[in-house]
């Protein structure tokens, strides 16, 4: 079996694309590269081939019609031979050093029969338009190297969250959660990210800035003026993810995992808000409200704890300015975070 598998999901990424197989290479010949093309129409597919030629015994790749983000990611799930499981954007790059230690401590903790749950990193933002960077660091949040559990993980702040850039997931706690995420849908990193935790038992924090996360490209989904068209998508990626598990039961076993699940998911509530506000058609107003609606038939005990009891509380308000207030903030940890 493989160390570790890489998934590249590429998408008309001919530009950018060979930087990003090229920062994978290095993690040495027990780990593979699945590029998946999904249904591009400029030389992606042919620069993939090219690789898959040039490295057969480490690259391969899947040619697919257009079926967007979640299902190029699923499909490196399908095919993974590897021990870990790891997405790659075909924007980004994984940092030489650090990604050689990662892998050295995996096989280290492989040979010691230790197989970590989920490793998490750091990551780092590279922001194109002024040449900065801002490293999301968890050093606050986990103990560093050392194999603990959710009962040992500390609180997050308010705009903190795991995200798929930080993560590298036990390839076989993906498949028994049995997830799939949505064709043709953004924001599914969000539910990537949700969905296996409960499954997760062992974590392993290494304070490395290793995923290079680049921010500037006209077209990502993470912009204000994109969440806002796309709003719909981010509220139905909420629904799958308060559809996945009975939180409240949950808690009573790991309070700790509760704590932070219910932080992501009213996380992922504020920002409907805030593409809801940024552009509050009366249409788009009623959908965010039947994301509420939809959530309090579903689970009540998960309505009252997030509309009133978390970072969502600030989600549903009556009046314009109220609502502008809520835009504003977002603007300002963007700037503070350069995230879109």
């Known amino acids: 079996m493989k160390l570790m598998t890489f998934t590249v999901p590429c998408y008309n990424s001919a530009g950018y694309m060979r ?32 690789y898959a030629a040039l490295y057969p015994e480490r ?20 095919h993974a031979e590897g021990l870990y499981f790891k997405v790659v954007d075909s924007d980004d790059w994984l940092d030489r050093d650090s990604l050689l230690t990662l892998t050295a401590k ?24 002024d040449n900065t960077t801002f490293v ?4 606050k949040n986990f103990p560093s190297e050392q194999i603990c559990s959710w009962r040992d993980v500390r609180s997050f702040g308010p705009s903190q969250y795991l995200m798929m850039h930080s993560v590298y ?32 038992r062992s974590i392993y924090y ?27 998508q981010q509220i139905l990626v909420t629904k799958l993810m308060a559809d996945c598990f009975d939180l409240k039961e949950l808690g009573k076993t790991e309070k700790r995992l509760q704590r932070y699940l219910l932080h992501e998911l009213s996380m992922m509530i504020l920002i409907c808000s805030v593409f809801t506000y940024s552009n509050d058609t009366p249409e788009r107003h009623r959908a965010f409200l039947e994301l509420w609606q939809y959530i309090r038939r579903r689970d009540p005990w998960l309505y009252r704890r997030l ?28 700037s503070i975070f350069k995230f879109g």
């Open 19 to 50: 930087k990003c197989i090229d920062s994978l290479l290095p993690a040495g010949e027990d780990t593979e590269i699945i590029i998946v093309n999904d249904g591009s129409s400029d030389d992606t597919g042919k620069i993939a081939d090219e």
């Open 106 to 129: 995996m096989r280290e903790m492989v040979e010691a029969g230790k197989l970590v749950d989920l490793y998490v990193c750091n990551y780092v933002y590279e922001h194109a338009e």
């Open 206 to 232: 290494m304070p490395l800035d290793l995923y290079r996360y680049f921010i500037g490209r006209a077209d990502q989904s993470i912009t204000l003026e994109n969440g806002a068209k796309r709003v719909d």
């Open 169 to 200: 997931f036990r390839t076989e706690i993906l498949r028994a959660s049995e997830l799939v995420l949505p064709k043709h849908t953004f924001y599914v990193d969000n539910l990537f990210m949700f969905k296996p935790l409960p499954l997760v």
């Open 59 to 78: 690259i391969r790749v899947i040619h697919q019609e257009n079926g967007g983000h979640g299902e190029g990611v699923n499909q490196g799930l399908r």
């Open 307 to 334: 509309r009133w009891r978390s970072n969502a509380i600030f989600a549903t308000m009556r009046h314009r300015p109220m609502r502008r207030i809520t835009v504003f903030g977002y603007r300002f940890f963007k």
């Open 136 to 139: 999301m660091s968890y050093r």
